[in-house]
């Protein structure tokens, strides 16, 4: 049976349309695939770099099997990929299997370190976001990010020292000064610390202390040590670790002209009537929380009196500046005050 001539024409353009979503230049899903083939492995080796150099600096050895977890392949696929970075330039391994940078590996890793925690750094002053989206989104942004982009992104931020875990940023010529103070496990009881650095390279730990409310420039008083747990109060609370989960808190002493008192209040205690000064913030009050509340004119030193307890005591509306201001509990609870008397 003959074909009519504008059946074969439709079969030999739908024939032709089909080649052109396989093979077009940049556009066709054969190119898109390899495209995102090269992201998904670009990523993985930059995964490779950034965790070799946080463990260099700690001086800590690894080997394939500690990196296939990083990655999230097997250890055949992870020990591929370091085969390739190795006939790059980028790493060495050793008759041992341990795994080092190159300089040229190095300078790579510097970059893409650099990146993140400048990316941190502005996701903690300039966005609500918390510190878990933070690094999860610092872990996408830091293999998009041109070293343009990067050095424009440090321009805008002032150039910082370290990202909102204490944790030195690389300069743009790669010198990384080491986190100031000492693992908090080291401290005597009766010692008051403030909080300058928490390592996060090891995710199970660092989430017990993010869940425990511990942030850099918090100031920490040593209750009990011992071999089971390490006991700590701040402000009203206490928090108890494993020393192992301890030693991942850097401080340093404070001397005792330094100290704050540690049992201050919360705005969120005062009750209808009741008047207080501002005396600072929490240090896990930043970015757009931070701006609203000095915006409201909530400042150190602020007067303030509460003038209306909302249903069960949330939200409390304030009268600061001569101004009537409503807060919730979860935002009035980053506010520390000094009991005053008479009105704002």
């Known amino acids: 049976m003959t074909l009519h001539p504008g059946v074969l024409l439709a079969i030999g353009a739908g024939i032709l349309v089909c080649l052109g979503l396989l093979f077009w230049p940049r556009r066709g899903l054969i190119s898109l695939w390899k495209d995102l083939h090269l992201n998904t492995s670009r990523t993985r080796m930059e ?42 330039g980028l790493i060495k391994q050793d008759d041992q299997g341990n795994i080092s940078l190159t300089d040229e590996g190095n300078s790579y890793a510097i970059r893409i370190v650099r990146a993140h925690r400048l990316w941190e750094r502005y996701l903690a002053d300039e966005t609500g976001l918390s510190g878990d989206e933070w690094h999860q989104k610092a872990e996408r942004l830091e293999h998009t990010t041109s070293p343009e982009q990067v050095e424009a992104l440090a321009a805008q931020l002032g150039n910082p020292l370290y990202d909102p875990h204490g944790t030195p940023i690389p300069t743009v010529d790669g010198v990384v000064g080491p986190p100031q103070g000492q693992p908090a496990t080291s401290f005597a009881v009766g010692e008051v610390i403030v909080v300058t650095h928490v390592d996060k390279e090891q995710d199970h730990l660092y989430s017990q ?136």
């Open 47 to 88: 995964h490779v770099l950034k965790h070799l150099f946080n463990a260099e600096n700690l001086h800590r050895k690894t080997t394939a099997k500690n990196l296939c977890i990083r990655v999230g392949m097997g250890l055949r696929k992870t020990q591929a990929l370091l085969n390739r970075m190795e006939s790059n």
């Open 209 to 344: 202390i993010q869940a425990e409310g511990i942030v850099p420039g918090m100031q920490l008083r040593i209750l009990e040590t011992s071999a089971q747990r390490i006991r700590f109060g701040s402000q009203d609370n206490e928090h108890v670790l494993a020393p192992v989960v301890a030693a991942r808190i850097i401080a340093m002493p404070l001397p005792a002209e330094q100290i704050e008192v540690l049992s201050n209040e919360t705005l969120s205690s005062l009750q209808q009537g009741e008047t207080a000064r501002v005396v600072r913030f929490a240090p896990t009050c930043r970015g757009i929380e931070r701006r609203r509340l000095m915006d409201l004119g909530i400042l150190p030193g602020t007067q303030v009196q509460v003038t209306l307890n909302g249903p069960f005591g949330d939200p409390k509306a304030f009268l600061v500046r001569q101004t009537a201001i409503a807060l919730r509990k979860e935002l009035s609870n980053l506010i520390f005050i000094e009991r005053t008397e008479g009105a704002s």
